[in-house]
Each structure stands twice: as structure tokens, then as C-alpha cells.
DNA sequence: TATGAATGAGCTTTCATTCAT
DNA sequence: TATGAATGAAAGCTCATTCAT
């Protein structure tokens, strides 16, 4: 693992579990066996690792969500997005977690950078919920926008709960009960 | 308005724009008009008054949804909940963003007052679709525990989304497709 | 004295001695005997301190210079503006010593605050000059812009080299030769 | 040019502008082309670097001014030096400008390589000054020690306000000025 | 009940220096 | 001879907290 790696790593799970502001650099440093010198000789500063980092993670998230997505529509497409989110919540939670508790910080600061990371999240989720739309597999009356904001929040407010307090339950079950609420609703 | 109470109020919305650990006791003692000491003699810490101020507020919002819920079963409480709910979220919506950015956090030093938090707040909902399953209403294989959290989760991230980027939308269009969304689901 | 000029008085002569960049606010807070914070709370930043430092110092110097030689002409306007500028670097040696060391730094950050030290201090003797000049008195063969900075040059080395290796020399001395060498020149 | 070259012109240009403690390695390094570590593998460290650089440029700029005023007395001497120090000025500003600020710091550091730089400097001046009081051809008044202090400074200051605030006007009147300024004074 | 000057621990950042290549 | 990633001491600055008024 190189020396960027061993930094990201560490940041990811230390800013997921503290938040941004709350976690240090020496704290990040310390996690990752380098000197403090040495984060600000790879990332310049405390922001543009952020930066760098939620643009790396949501960049690897949305190209999976769209690659598994290609050539499905509707409920399969939702179902295979859906699928791909759980296991990457499974294998990296810090990321999953930081991306949600930091998403909707309106301060201006990050105003364009999380604006950019939500366009992209949702994006992905917004397409697939219009298609269905039109395809007549959805109900008419669904408005995109809102629902892919309704439907990411179910899932990820879905996995930031399993995370912290239900870790033992398995993925396939959290996956079962959000696909069948999001799909079917509570009426069935 | 008492000095408490501007105190609080701006608390509240700072701490919704900026997070708790990047609001700072100068910015709230600046803009509630007071000096620094005074938010220090009424609430004696910063801790101290973000716990006070995390637990007025879920007091208020618990109270008024078990309230409003009173009687009533499966999909009318439901209804009668977001209702509730986003009526709130237009009145204090910074109230709302803070509960649900701050919700999340994992570290050691809020999780009793967290928890606390989440069991309330998903207390609520939970009973309601717990009732509704028993008295046949919802689907039988709906699990209460993922389901109350997805629900929130997409009532919370479909309110942040609206407040952050579509202010200008009637909440009565939000709470329709919400509704739907939980209740039929994206199939109808 | 207040803590503004404890901090002010400390950090004149600490600049003086090691310069602008060299001098710490963790050295001016210990001369000073207040804690770090105060240099903060009362100045706001290292760089704010001295804008205020030269802004002051530049202030006083140059009404001095101004007060003394109004009303005088030429030779004795000159010798007046002599007499109250070795004056003030007997009683505070540290800002004569910073003023001639930092006056001409020409990287960006300062440009605009010592583009102004500048135009103040030649100012007063660029004016002096250029009247002895139109009077008669002075030679008219001389440029008002060019020998007010040789004749405040003089001044100004004549004094650090004093302070720094002859502070034994009474300032008498220093006056009269000063003024010989400027006024009737070398060959007298 | 060499590497050593290289390294030497871009820090006399860097500390000119900023400063021996403002001017960092990185900065010299990049100015001049090379990685870091080849500034401490040609010169060992910062320091070393500038007592070098402050020797070498003394050393030329002394051995010039006596070169040139070899043979010649008391004016012709001092106009000599007067016409070498201007045409060197207008060659490498950088040099005379670090020359002058750097001069006059007084703290334990460098006072050894100070000292030494100020007797080189102004002994030149000053024997040309002593010569010429001796033959009679300059006042017998004159005190050499201040005179040429107060000479050095008066061509000094003229420098570096002509370089960072006229560069355009032609050397020739420069020197004229301060020639009449310094041989005849301002009563002419 | 309210104030705001003062504090100092702890933060982000800088930078001279080293060393394996 | 030259490199540049890595270091860590030390710098500038922030901010929760205290206390005399």
C-alpha cells in the first residue's frame, strides 16, 4: 500500500466516525504510521484531502452503480443498484457513512463540491426512476426528483442504521426489506 | 424572545449549516446579540448545550408525532406522521437538517445521547408499522426495525434534499410523493 | 500600560532586532508576559500587528516631523526635522531600527503599506527641499526627489550603525555631522 | 551556467525580494530549476547559503570599489566608488537591495558575518574619507566614521528607492545627485 | 443576569533537513 | 552529482472556557 493509500484510508474511516471538522490531522497521521509532514506532502491540506477523497469515493460509486445499472431498466435496474450500495457499505462502511453525514452540510465551503457529489448520486438513481416512468413500469405520478432523493435515503439511512446498530443481520435480508418497501411499498 | 431562546435559536441554525464541531460559541454569541459569556452563564458549555437543544427539539418532535398518531393506524398515522413532520421541516428546517446530519455520528462521545435520539424518533414509526402488519394493513413480511429506518431515512433525505436544493417546491408535493412512495411503492 | 501596548512596546523591539519574518508571536507574548491568545485577541493576526505597529510609529514620526520644522525654512526647517528624528532614535532605537530595515522589502504582501511608510517619511523632507530650493537657499541644480531619499538614506544608516556599533557616541556628535555632510557636503 | 550558479542567483533574487527568513529552500530550489536536495548537496544548509552568497557579493563589490579608487584621492576617489556602486546596482539590484536590509540585523546570529560585511563595505569609504580629510581637500571637521556611514547610506537609500520606485530614471542622474549632494551639500 | 478581556491547549500548516535511490 | 519523498520541530492561529467586573 503506498503512502497516499495508507493516508486515504485512514482519513475515510477517521472523518466517517468524527466528521471532517471534528477529526485531526494528527489523528490521521498517527492512524496511518506516517509523520504529519508527510499528509500534507501528498494532500497539501486538510480541505483538498477531503476534497480528493469524497471526489474519489463518489466517482467509484456512481460508475458501478451506472456499469451494474447498463442494459437493465425499472425494477431490475433498481435492483441491481441497490445491490451494488449494499455490498459496498459492506466492504467500505466508512465511506458510505461520511458520505451521508457530510452530504448535506450547506455551509458555503463545500457548497460546490457536495453539490457535484450529489448530482452524481442521485443522478444515477433519478435516470433509471424516469425511464421506468416512461416505460410505463413505474406509476405515472412518481416525480423523479424526489423519489431517487427518497429512495437514496431509505437505502442509505437503511445502511447507516444496520451499520450502528444492527451489524450482525445479513446484507440479504436489509436488501430484501429496502428493495420491497422502495418497490412495493408498506401496502405490498 | 428571552436571551435563552435567542441563544437557542441561533444555535440551531448554525449548527445546521456549519455541523456541530465547526460552529464556534463566538459565532452563536454573535448572532444572537449577546457576548460570549452569556451563552457560557446560561448553558454552562458547548456540550451541554447542544444535548439540551438535541433533546428540546426531539421532545417536541416525538410529542407532536406520537400526538398526532393518536388513534389512528397503518396508513392514516402514517400520513398523519410525515404530515407532522413536514410541516416542521418548513417551519424549522434547521432543526430538521441538524437531527439528521448529526444523527450518524459514531463516536464515543454522543452515542448515549444519539441512541436516545434515534430510539425516539424511530420509536414512533416503528409501533406504527409494527401495528399496521399485525392488523393486516401492511405486508406481512415487512420488518418493522429496517423498515421504520428506511422510512425515515427517505422522509429525512427527501426533506434535507428539498430544503438544500428545491426550497421553492409546495411541501404539499413533497408529502404526496413521499406518501406514495412508502405506501405503494415506485410499482403502484 | 495596557496590554495592547505591552504587546505593541514587545513587539516593536523583538521586530527590530530579528526582523519582521524572524520574530515569533510566541517571543512577543513572553516579552509581553501574556499568554499567546491575547496577541490574537487584541490584534488578530501577525500581520495586522505590525500594519498597526508601522501605521503608529510611521503616524508619530512624521506629525513630529512635520510639527518641528513648521514655520522654518530650508536649512533650519532641515536641521529641525535632524534634530526631532535623532531625538526619537535615542528614546526608541527598536522603531527607527525597524522602520529603515523593512522599508524596503519589495515582495507583494506588503507593497501598499510601505508604498505608503515611504511617501509619508520622504514626504515631509521631499517638501522641505524642493522649498529651500525655490527660495534660493538651496542649490537649484538639486532634485527635491532623489535627495530626500540620499538625505534620509544619510540619516537613517548614520543612525543603525550608531545604535548598532558607536551607541556610546553622544547624539550631538551624530547631529553635527549629519547635517555638515548634507547641508555644505564633504568639501565643506 | 552551473548548478552552484544557478542556486546563487535565484536565492540573491528571492532574499532581495523577501528576506533571509521569509525566503524558503523550496522556493530557491524551484526558482533555479533543481530539486531541494541539490541546494543542500551544493551548499549544506540555508545558512551556510547566505553567508556564502553575503561573502562572495561583498567580497567582489569591496574589491571592486578599492580596484577602482586605487591611485585616486578624495573626490575622485569617492566619485570612483560612487560610479562602481551604481553600475554594479544597476547590474544586480538584488544584491545591493539584500545587502542593505539584511545589514543592520542585530541579533546574536549573524552579528559575526555582519560585523565583517559593514567593515569591509564602509572601511573603503572610510579611508577614502580619512585620506582626503588628511590632504585637505575635505573639511578637517568631517568625523570619517559617521561620514562614511551616512555616505553609504545616502547612495544606499538612493539605490533602493530608485530601483523599487524609479527605475526608469537614468543611472547618470543618480549618480550626478548624490555626487553633489554628498561632495557640496544641499547649500551647494 | 450579563459581559468581554484574557487564557492556553490544541489545531492546521510550514519548512529546514535527511536519506535511500 | 542529483533527486524528492518523508520527517518533525516549530510556527501561526483558533476557540472553549474562565473570571473579575
Chains 1, 2, 3, 4 share one sequence.
Request: glycine share 8%; aromatic share 8%.
Amino acid at each position: 500500500m503506498t503512502t497516499r493509500e495508507k493516508i486515504y484510508e485512514s482519513a475515510v474511516v477517521l472523518i466517517a466516525e468524527h466528521g471532517y471538522a471534528a477529526t485531526t490531522i494528527d489523528e490521521i497521521a498517527a492512524k496511518a504510521e506516517v509523520a504529519k509532514g508527510t499528509v500534507y506532502y501528498n494532500f497539501g491540506s486538510k480541505e483538498e484531502l477531503f476534497r480528493q477523497l469524497l471526489g474519489y469515493g463518489v466517482d467509484l460509486l456512481t460508475s458501478r452503480m451506472t456499469e451494474v445499472s447498463k442494459g437493465l431498466k425499472g425494477t431490475a435496474a433498481l435492483d441491481a443498484i441497490f445491490t451494488e450500495v449494499l455490498q459496498r457499505a459492506s466492504k467500505t462502511p466508512a465511506f458510505m457513512q461520511l458520505l451521508f453525514t457530510e452530504m448535506y452540510r450547506t455551509g458555503r465551503a463545500w457548497q460546490d463540491t457536495l453539490l457535484f457529489v450529489r448530482e452524481n448520486v442521485l443522478g444515477v438513481i433519478r435516470n433509471v426512476i424516469a425511464e421506468g416512468k416512461e416505460s410505463g413500469e413505474f406509476d405515472p405520478s412518481v416525480d423523479p426528483e424526489t423519489a431517487s432523493a427518497a429512495a437514496m435515503g431509505a437505502l442509505a439511512i437503511a445502511i447507516l442504521d444496520w451499520l450502528a446498530y444492527h451489524p450482525s443481520t445479513p446484507v440479504d435480508e436489509l436488501h430484501k426489506s429496502v428493495s420491497q418497501l422502495l418497490l412495493r411499498g408498506l401496502v405490498g
